[in-house]
């Protein structure tokens, strides 16, 4: 296992860049009683460099979240009684993701509400190596099901302590108490029989020092404050990861940069609001400078 300590690099963008060059991204989220969610992580996929975001909704909330984020694009989809996602939804997603190619990394579960289809729908990603960010309440629905060797292929799941409790059974405190070797064993389990393969299956185990392990390196990272313990952060950080993974960064890449961005704005935002105050939103607000500070292109404009 390596410890890895140097924050990864962006590729620098080409002059004759357009849309397409910096990857189409994929927002699978939201429910009648989570609006926020999905455009936050929208948000940030923007500002993190996606060339194209879009949001896939319930049919009923798309009207109410689409005006949230305005630069992105949205597509109202099938929902059941309670404003999630209907089984119907997923044969949709996976015609648009599969057979007409028209995103190029899906980040699933931010505001998604207790959507039992999406168990299916991310295990069809997986095999078709769709690279994906799977947050929050997918989660959650994983954690009900046997998901051992599920998320073999190119996919960074972003649990925090309780949610990776309920992946691995246990309890919260087990997970804090020994984060290194959990956030490991995640890995090994997202790999499943697959442990001799290269693989990309990333495990970002949120809370103070956020880990990133792939299952051969480790990634401390060393930015963020108390601040960021607010409803909305980790959908931020779904957004950003996705956004990098589409700009061409391997998924342990995007994962730790991520991290690393999105703790470091929150730490400028809070050198300006304070801890107490600081709010989800705060981050989108801070991140063109977190960005700005981090970034050494990876090679030059040409």
């Not at 923007?46 to 949230?68: E, N």
């Not at 299916?120 to 099901?145: G, H, M, Q, S, Y």
């Not at 393969?197 to 392990?213: F, I, N, P």
């Amino acid at each position: 296992m390596r410890d890895i300590h140097d924050v990864p690099k962006i590729p620098g963008r080409p002059c004759d860049a357009h849309k397409g060059t910096f990857g189409r991204v994929l927002i699978v989220g939201g429910s009648r009683n989570y609006l926020g969610a999905p455009a936050l992580a929208a948000n940030a996929a923007l500002r993190s460099g996606a060339g194209l975001v879009t949001m896939a909704l319930p049919g009923s909330v798309q009207p109410v979240i689409a005006p949230l984020a305005w630069c992105a694009t949205s597509w109202p989809l099938p929902e059941d009684e309670r404003g999630v996602f209907h089984t119907d939804a997923m044969p949709e997603l996976l015609d648009a993701i599969l057979h007409r190619k028209l995103y190029n990394v899906v980040a699933v579960g931010p505001g998604l509400g207790d959507c039992k289809p999406i168990v299916p729908f991310i295990a069809e990603l997986n095999r078709a190596k769709i690279p994906c960010v799977v947050d929050a309440d997918a989660l959650n629905r994983l954690a009900e099901v046997s998901w051992y060797g599920l998320l073999s292929g190119p996919c960074v799941i972003t649990p925090h302590p309780g949610e990776l409790a309920r992946l691995l059974g246990g309890s919260t405190s087990e997970i804090q108490a020994d984060r290194d070797r959990k956030c490991l064993q995640a890995v090994v389990k997202m790999r499943g029989d697959r442990t001799g393969e290269q693989s990309e299956s990333v495990c970002l185990l949120k809370g103070h020092r956020t880990l990133v392990s792939d299952g051969e390196r480790f990634y401390t990272n060393t930015t963020g404050n108390p601040g960021m313990a607010t409803g909305g952060t980790g959908d931020v950080l779904a957004g950003m990861i996705a956004a990098l993974i589409a700009q061409g960064l391997s998924t342990f890449e995007a994962a730790a940069l991520g991290a690393y961005v999105h703790g470091l704005a929150g730490d400028l935002a809070a050198e300006q609001l304070g801890e107490i105050s600081l709010m989800a939103d705060d981050l989108l607000t801070w991140l063109p400078a977190a960005f700005k500070k981090t970034t050494t292109f990876a090679d030059k404009r040409h």
